[in-house]
């Protein structure tokens, strides 16, 4: 039998051109390459045209409108995610140290009182943090100056609780000495440049209500010896929200015109969880009254700042005195709070005669001086 030959793959590639095993040589002519599409070069570069300054007013043509600039932001901000228990603690310590590094002596009124002014500054809102650098470029008098007319702006409008923190604000009425001046400075800067501001400067309740400054102040002034004679410690935030929620519950008993009454509030931590729970439920807490009491004057004056501050409405009173010994203490504060708002309006009924009776003298010159 004939065997078929098998082809060779692998051998070299034959002489001619017609050998049909020759799987490695092209058939046809290959295509010649595109030729490359030329590269525009580069524009030449030209010096930029110098800034000319702006036209006056009068000859400025019409164009597109200037982009506005910005709203500066305060740098004294409160890192993203502090709680605000926990940034109100830090604000204290700091001041509390200025204080201390300048040897401001024992009377701890005075930096609680600076640091109260500077938190019931009344500008809040977009604008509230920004006051940080406005108070860093005063010298001690005009801060001094401005810390009185702080106190004057709430006593127009609470007179009740200003007299009640008059501790806090008395001094400021005083000959301060260049050390004292000195010493109010660094603790306004201290608790500026800590986020001060930041923290006070919204004007919304909830966020307002939702720490106790005052509360770290007096703590950290206070010696231990003080602290124990007194009995008067920082009660955490936690704890004061925990006793709300098993008194009040789920706020359901809670009407327009119900009383709260703290006969030993401090500054007020139980009642600020108070609040916070009627507000976390949609209840407006100035609905309701309240009424606040302790045996120490400078926790009744933080207690009084703290009202401000919360919001809790016109239906407040703060006492000091020994609720042991004076049972029916809302009824001596609502009593007092009657007659210092009669007084104020005894002083403004004046103020508008003065006022009347300087602009009829002023009117009289001018009618004189027209006829002469």
Known sequence: MKQRRQPDLFSLPADSDDDEYDYF?????????????????????????????????????????????????????????????????WIAEAAVEAWDREHGGSRMEIPVGVVAALALWPLKGPGGPLCAEFFLQLDAKDLAQALRECWAYWWTIRPDLVHRAAPLASWLDESMSAHELRCIKAVARAAITQGLFDLTGTDDPYMLADFDLMSWMITGMRSSGSRKWLGEYHTPPEICELMARQVIGDCSEVKPGHSFCDPAAGTGGMVRAAVQMLRERGIDPATCRWHLCDIDPIAAAGAAVNVLLWKMGPNTTVWCGDTLAQADTERLALEEKARIFEHREDLRWKAATVAAVLQAEELLARATRKAA
């Open 25 to 89: 040589q092209p058939k046809d002519t290959p295509a010649p390459r595109p030729a490359l599409a030329t590269v525009p070069t580069a524009p030449a570069k030209t010096p930029a045209a110098k800034p000319q300054p702006p036209a006056p007013a009068g000859n400025r043509t019409a164009g597109p409108a200037e982009p506005k600039a910005k709203a500066p932001i305060s740098k004294y901000r409160i890192p993203f995610g502090t709680r605000s228990h926990q940034a109100a603690q």
